[in-house]
């Protein structure tokens, strides 16, 4: 039997990367959902945090299935880039700074890393979180999928596709996590709204970091420890909703350009993983401009 070797389309790139993250994640909350669990803070089971390693599972796969074990091998690679321009660093020292701040004000310091479906571990809470959160999501969503999605959208393009299917992804964490289901319709739009904004701040940070994984697994967890425990709740989580908000905005004012890569006739779907992608990734990692 003979093997299909052709180039994979973007578009089949996406969909299976899609399918793929969908499925594992969901295989391990579904599950949860059917049996009545509730993940709380500081307890470490049950938990939904297995789940959110999907999207990086979903990536290595689909990047070995389409390109072979080097793309694999660039594409953890882009765990370890720290040699960034500075404002990347800055962005995640900001949320830290915030998140470090909640730990500080906190009548209760653990509540400060006590944190959703994690044990409680002290300090190497953040590293468990880091791993499967951080790293877990960002390896797909940013890593991947708005990476290939700039070899033929915009930033803003890219933002709202991306920010649809990873919103919907989270939809059995509203009946798994108890943050989740306290949310109530007033939480929900906050958080859907919030979701946006996050989206396009993380597919510019990707760009901003030259492709580094590292950078926005880095500021995805310290901005979920600013505003998804407890200690945070308030004030400190105010703040920085409103950060990522402002400069969402900013980002969207000041324009994203043209597509990192020019797609064959301007069509996702008639895009090659050899060519456009791969473009596409070199031009995110070389590019060293912030947004003008």
Not at 15 to 43: E, H, I, K, N
Not at 88 to 96: E, F, G, P, Q, S
Not at 107 to 130: C, H, K, M, N, W
Not at 176 to 193: C, E, L, Y
Request: proline share 4%; with cysteine.
């Amino acid at each position: 039997m003979s093997v299909d070797r052709r180039p994979w389309s973007l578009k089949r790139q996406l969909v299976t990367y899609v399918a793929l993250a969908y499925a594992l994640s969901w295989a391990w909350w579904v599950p949860m959902v059917v049996r009545g669990d509730v993940v709380f803070a500081g307890q470490g089971w049950p938990t939904h945090l297995i789940g959110l390693a999907g999207p990086a599972v979903a990536a290595v796969i689909t990047t070995g299935w389409c390109g072979g074990w080097r793309d694999v091998v660039r594409l953890l690679r882009r765990c370890l880039v720290w040699r960034v321009p500075w404002i990347a660093w800055l962005a995640v020292a900001a949320a830290t700074l915030l998140s470090v701040l909640a730990l500080i004000v906190a009548d209760r310091p653990a509540e400060a890393l006590s944190y959703s479906g994690a044990p409680q571990l002290g300090i190497l809470t953040v590293v468990f979180v880091l791993l499967l959160n951080g790293f877990g999501e960002e390896l797909g969503w940013r890593g991947f999928m708005v990476t290939r999605l700039r070899a033929a959208r915009s930033l803003r393009d890219a933002s709202v596709i991306v920010w649809l299917v990873w919103g919907c992804w989270h939809l059995p964490l509203f009946w798994v996590v108890a943050n989740f289901r306290d949310f109530g319709v007033a939480g929900t739009i906050g958080w859907i709204v919030g979701l946006f904004f996050g989206s396009v701040f993380l597919a510019w940070l990707v760009g901003a970091a030259r492709g580094s994984v590292l950078v926005v697994a880095l500021w995805h967890t310290a901005y979920n420890f600013a505003t998804a425990t407890e200690a945070a709740a308030g004030g400190i989580a105010a703040v920085s909703t409103t950060a990522v908000v402002l400069a969402a905005l900013w980002i969207m004012r000041a324009g994203d350009g043209a597509p990192t890569a020019t797609p064959a006739r301007g069509r996702m779907s008639n895009t090659s993983s050899s060519d456009a992608t791969r473009s596409s990734i070199d031009s995110v990692q070389s590019d060293r401009r912030a947004p003008s």
